[in-house]
């Protein structure tokens, strides 16, 4: 069974760009999480979704936002970057049904 | 509001020696609690959970971790540990159906010495 899929692994962008990470969950599963990872802030939520609906967001600007297509797929785009975006983004899937998350390995993206 | 405390950022042990990470929440409702491991460039992988039933849980590479209501704690142990457990562990809590989030706690680096 194929586990959670992050594509790109990195990237690099400029300052003022936008991004799209991208998230494919394991198979039959309908929830996806997203987490931003730094060293000074720790692993902060971002936002989940559920057949395509967003549940919950956490404390994150406009600039960062979130879709859920019917296949469970999940895209989180970050516009105009800032240097402090850059972090490890992390995305996570389960069945939707109770807790625990399976983590893929995580979009490294650096903003220079 | 709910919070996790992991207080020792870093813990250096020697091979074969034991070892406890230590971690305490705190929340108005009641939780799960999760253990995660990060080796380097990696994401998170799931070591243990306490989702109901015996407050004792285990994994299939020899930790364990014992929910413990009253002290609000989910402590990570291993009898003894391999130079292979070297990473960083993550404690984290939900209340799921709530906010269907975790709340990690700050991560404890684990340093295995030969």
């Known amino acids: 069974k194929a586990g959670v899929t992050q594509t790109p692994r990195y990237l690099i962008k400029t300052r003022g760009q936008q991004v799209t990470l991208s998230c494919s969950p394991i198979s039959g599963h309908r929830s996806v999480s997203w987490y931003q990872q730094t060293p000074g802030q720790g692993l902060q939520f971002l936002f989940e979704?559920?057949?395509?609906?967003?549940?919950n967001k956490g404390n994150f600007p406009g600039r960062f936002s979130g879709r859920q297509f019917s296949n469970s797929r999940s895209e989180m785009n970050v516009s105009t970057l800032e240097l402090g975006d850059s972090a490890l983004y992390l995305c996570?899937?389960?069945?939707?049904?109770?807790?625990?998350?399976?983590f893929g390995s995580g979009t490294r993206l650096t903003v220079v | 509001a709910q919070s996790v405390t992991q207080l020792d950022s870093q813990v250096p042990v020697f091979e074969e020696a034991p070892v406890e990470l230590r971690c305490n929440y705190s929340s108005s409702v009641s939780v799960y609690l999760f253990w995660y491991v990060q080796y380097p460039n990696q994401g998170l992988q799931l070591l243990l959970k306490y989702l109901s039933g015996s407050t004792l849980v285990e994994s299939i590479n020899g930790f364990e971790a014992e929910f413990n209501k009253s002290q609000t704690s989910f402590h990570l142990r291993k009898p003894s540990v391999h130079i292979s457990d070297t990473a960083e562990y993550f404690c984290a809590v939900s209340d799921w159906p709530g906010t269907y989030k975790y709340i990690f706690g700050t991560g404890t680096r684990l340093k295995v010495l030969a």
């Open positions: 979704y559920f057949s395509e609906t967003q549940r």
């Open positions: 996570a899937s389960s069945p939707g049904t109770g807790p625990g998350y399976t």
